[in-house]
């Protein structure tokens, strides 16, 4: 029983092309977040959904869209693929705020 | 051992001894903070939490210390095995509803 599952596990794509990743929790949670893993591992928030409602949107290009059909669905979209994408997005989900996140297994994605 | 994070160093321990790896946080309005354990192509999973009203939590082989005068919060697992080996991140939460900060991490090799 998978609690955070993301398709695909791997994305390998060509610059230009149009992308999107889904994520789905079973947990119950109301928070729902998207995060970037670069190479050095280095995390970092890009957006964050409350009942599916944007909170967080920290300084992430236009290209990529969020959305949440449902508290337990929330996917992301990516247009015009750039180079600088290429890195593994995890999707998490928490109970509320200060509650620990859990998180899927990440896709990455490979822009060539 | 002991590390410091910050950027991704690797901390290598033999089996049996404990390790220390420590985080120094940003934000000195962060309330909330969690250690979380990545292994090799699989997503963040949670450790231990502590929130800004203690200095210390203590887990199954696991302690948090927490100091907010100089920002800086520990991991400690004591009697470390093969299966610790991982990258491991500190997580801070602040503001409103909830902006969360990762750590560079710390790379945990375990030496048999």
């Known amino acids: 029983d998978t609690a955070v599952s993301q398709t695909p596990k791997y994305l390998v794509t060509q610059m230009g092309n149009d992308k999107s990743i889904k994520c789905e929790q079973n947990?119950?949670?109301?928070?729902m977040y998207w995060y970037k893993q670069d190479s050095k591992k280095f995390l970092k928030i890009m957006f964050s959904?409350?009942?599916?409602?944007?909170?967080i949107n920290e300084t992430v290009p236009n290209r990529f869209s969020p959305k949440s059909p449902d508290k337990a669905h929330l996917n992301l979209h990516i247009n015009s693929l750039e180079l600088g994408d290429s890195a593994v997005y995890f999707c998490?989900?928490?109970?509320?705020?200060?509650?620990?996140?859990?998180f899927g297994d990440g896709t990455r994605l490979s822009i060539l | 051992g002991e590390s410091v994070g910050l950027h991704l160093p690797t901390l290598s321990v033999q089996e049996g001894d404990n390790s220390i790896i420590n985080c120094a946080y940003s934000n000195s309005a962060s309330d909330y903070f969690i250690w979380y354990k990545q292994e090799s192509g699989k997503g963040p999973q949670f450790i231990i939490d502590?929130?800004?009203?203690?200095d210390k939590r203590q887990g199954q082989r696991v302690t948090v210390l927490l100091n907010k005068t100089v920002k800086h919060l520990s991991l400690q697992i004591a009697a470390t095995q093969p299966g610790d080996s991982a990258v491991y991140f500190c997580?801070?939460?602040?503001?409103?509803?909830?902006?969360?900060?990762f750590g560079t991490g710390t790379k945990l090799q375990v030496i048999p």
């Open positions: 502590i929130r800004s009203n203690m």
């Open positions: 947990l119950g949670h109301d928070t």
């Open positions: 998490a989900s928490s109970q509320g705020h200060n509650q620990p996140q859990h």
């Open positions: 959904y409350n009942n599916k409602e944007l909170i």
């Open positions: 997580a801070e939460h602040s503001g409103g509803y909830q902006k969360v900060t």
